[in-house]
């Protein structure tokens, strides 16, 4: 209610008044009452209230509640659900001439986008920004349709932590993507831990064999016949690009890399096998019968 907007206070001659402002995808917004900034990655609704989660410069992801309490561009706002839109699918087409999705599944014909759908209590889990900016790109429609969230692990040493936290249960599963679970890896030890827990089987592990989801991009797409094998130690992204004569000093070079190699990938043709099939197991798993 705007009789509780936290932006109204002190004499009524200087309050200012939040304007209606429906929300987009991209919209850098302040939380006045925590103070937390991020941009807008999702809207969901869930308990019956319209959520938007934002995500900061670390990465780090938090919810609020649609409504009164934002400031945008240093002016207070009352933040609005999206305004609907017709889905028109741009993707190849099948043999049989219906649209696909990036992923390779058909495309819903006329789902509306922007309107908020309820998301699912199920959730899914990958473990840093590459990781959630290519799983987007590729199966964005598939999870969005769904109603599946994607969320950050900012490292799979915060698994255990994050999982106890989320506490999954038979109607409310977790699945982790994690990159080089392989046998014998730290990767490997820490999905063991977890699926040991209390309720560790509503939750699948599953990941791909390389250090890097970079690696999980074909080579070939960026004019390689195979990805630098880059020596223990050293730091598989700066090592890379090293490696390939790229710029590599700094974060913004690294930065710079990725979205020269993100903009090589256009559907799922462009990854390996490896990381096609887990992705697929765990929106299987998260959206099963009797999931929530």
Request: proline fraction near 8%.
């Amino acid at each position: 209610m705007l009789s509780a907007d936290p932006h109204r206070v002190g004499p009524a001659a200087v309050r200012p008044q939040s304007a209606p402002l429906r929300v987009s995808r991209g919209l850098v917004v302040e939380d006045r009452q925590t103070g937390f900034v991020g941009a807008v990655v999702a809207v969901e609704k869930s308990g019956g209230q319209h959520l938007v989660v934002l995500e900061d410069r670390h990465g780090t992801r938090r919810a609020f509640p649609l409504g009164p309490g934002f400031w945008v561009e240093g002016r207070p706002v009352l933040l609005e659900p999206p305004a609907p839109a017709r889905r028109r699918p741009t993707g190849p087409r099948s043999a049989s001439g219906r649209r696909l999705t990036a992923s390779g599944s058909y495309a819903v014909e006329g789902e509306e986008t922007g309107a908020a759908k309820v998301a699912r209590a199920s959730r899914i889990w990958v473990e840093g920004r590459h990781d959630a900016e290519l799983v987007e790109k590729v199966w964005g429609d598939d999870l969005r349709h769904e109603g599946v969230v994607v969320l950050l692990l900012e490292g799979v040493d915060n698994l255990a932590r994050v999982m106890a936290e989320f506490a999954p249960s038979p109607t409310r599963r977790a699945g982790v993507l994690v990159d080089h679970l392989v046998a014998g890896s730290k990767e490997s030890r820490i999905a063991q831990e977890v699926a040991a827990m209390p309720g560790g089987n509503n939750i699948l592990v599953l990941g791909h064999p390389y250090v890097d989801v970079w690696q999980a991009v074909r080579p070939e797409r960026l004019g390689l016949r195979a990805w630098p094998q880059v020596p223990h130690g050293t730091d598989i992204k700066h090592g890379t690009l090293e490696a390939l004569g790229w710029p590599h000093d700094s974060q913004a070079d690294v930065a710079h890399a990725w979205k020269r190699i993100l903009g090589r990938v256009h559907s799922y043709k462009d990854l390996e096998p490896s990381l096609l099939g887990r992705m697929e197991e765990l929106i299987d798993f998260v959206t099963a019968p009797g999931t929530r």
